[in-house]
């Protein structure tokens, strides 16, 4: 039986000779927030989940790499704030640039992507909190990370 596992790979590589693999933004919002609708409370934690899961499992392995990827899948725009705690940006973002203000964070997908990312770059456990957001009345999206303390043995 043929393994039925798709990979990042097998999603982008759509073939579509006419259409070719961009679509409208509308259809990307419409899914996303259908699914929202659909999975109720805990809608958020899924999608953060599946983009955590997605991060880890990427090949991005530097912070040069995860601004790329943002760019290139339209994502948005990332910019790195360093400093302690460490923030990132994001304008234009896929979710929710130009969205009225309805008082809620809404880019539960692309922290986890960060989370999961970031992950690896750090070689330890991140946990990534949206602090701005456009679906707030922003001018952009931020982010919040926090590098998650080793865990050590109390017995050692």
Same mark, same amino acid.
């Given at each position: 039986?043929?393994?039925?596992?798709l990979k990042f790979e097998d999603l982008v590589e759509a073939y579509r000779p006419t259409l070719g693999r961009e679509t409208d933004l509308s259809l990307y919002r419409i899914l996303k927030y259908s699914m929202l609708h659909f999975l109720g409370i805990t809608g958020k934690s899924k999608l953060y989940s599946a983009g955590k899961y997605f991060g880890e499992h990427s090949d991005l392995e530097s912070f040069e790499e995860l601004m790329q990827f943002f760019e290139e899948y #339209?994502? +948005?725009?990332?910019?790195?704030?360093?400093?302690?705690?460490?923030?990132?940006?994001?304008?234009?973002?896929?979710?929710?640039?130009?969205?009225?203000?309805? +008082?809620?964070k809404v880019?539960?997908?692309?922290?986890?992507?960060?989370?999961?990312?970031?992950?690896?770059?750090?070689? #330890?456990?991140?946990?990534?909190?949206?602090? #701005?957001?456009?679906?707030?009345?922003?001018?952009?999206?931020?982010?919040?990370?926090?590098?998650?303390?080793?865990?050590?043995?109390?017995?050692?």
């Open positions: 039986m043929a393994d039925t596992k #339209k994502i +948005g725009i990332l910019e790195i704030i360093e400093g302690m705690p460490l923030r990132l940006r994001v304008y234009e973002c896929v979710d929710c640039a130009g969205f009225p203000n309805i +008082g809620k880019c539960c997908f692309e922290a986890g992507i960060l989370a999961g990312v970031l992950k690896n770059i750090f070689n #330890k456990d991140v946990h990534v909190v949206e602090v #701005k957001c456009y679906a707030s009345g922003d001018d952009c999206c931020e982010f919040e990370v926090t590098i998650m303390p080793d865990h050590t043995d109390e017995h050692d």
